[in-house]
């Protein structure tokens, strides 16, 4: 989406394992790339300050805040978003599948940030202590939870030894992929 007579730049993002390309102008964020122009609105917009941790997404791996990046900074990268954690079956990712065990949600606002930090964390700590889970969370707000059941379903997949990999590039919907 440009402006009309603002500067524009083409991107080419690669979101979920699947190239997408947009013309941006250069103060567009990532998260409304994601949400505006590819249709992903499984990444929330909450503070859009970088504090609240909605709009984490993993950019080469890396959790992110979508708020706070570019979506020119983006050109070139790697973006997994939450509609990428379901397999193109509509099989849950293991972590997805916990919270809905451990009924780890309530609105759901923060849930796509939460499970994208985590999967990310969980990937590099495949064992962590409650106390670690906490403190991988310190950047991510909820309001309803409480937090304890996002912790424990953090830990039963730990403990499970499920891999925490992102599935193929298929797109598929599940808890924290909507709107």
């Known amino acids: ?94 972590l997805q599948e916990a919270f809905r065990t451990r009924h780890a949600l309530q609105c759901g606002f923060c849930t796509p940030g939460i499970l994208m930090t985590l999967v990310a964390y969980l990937k590099l700590h495949p064992a962590p202590s409650e106390a670690e889970v906490r403190e991988a969370l310190s950047g991510n707000l909820c309001r309803c939870t409480g937090y304890q059941h996002i912790v424990q379903a953090a830990l039963d997949v730990a403990a499970g030894g499920r891999p925490l990999t992102l599935p193929s590039p298929q797109r598929g919907e599940g808890i924290g992929g909507s709107a």
């Open 1 to 94: 989406m440009t402006t009309p007579g603002a500067i524009a730049h083409d991107i080419a993002v690669t979101v979920n394992g699947t190239e997408r390309r947009a013309r941006v102008i250069p103060r567009m964020l990532l998260a409304d790339a994601l949400r505006d122009e590819w249709g992903l609105t499984g990444t929330h917009l909450g503070c859009e300050h970088g504090a609240c941790g909605a709009c984490t997404v993993l950019v080469d791996g890396e959790p992110t805040r979508a708020c706070l990046m570019f979506a020119v900074q983006a050109d070139g990268c790697r973006v997994e978003t939450v509609e990428g954690l379901a397999d193109g079956d509509g099989r849950l990712h293991p």
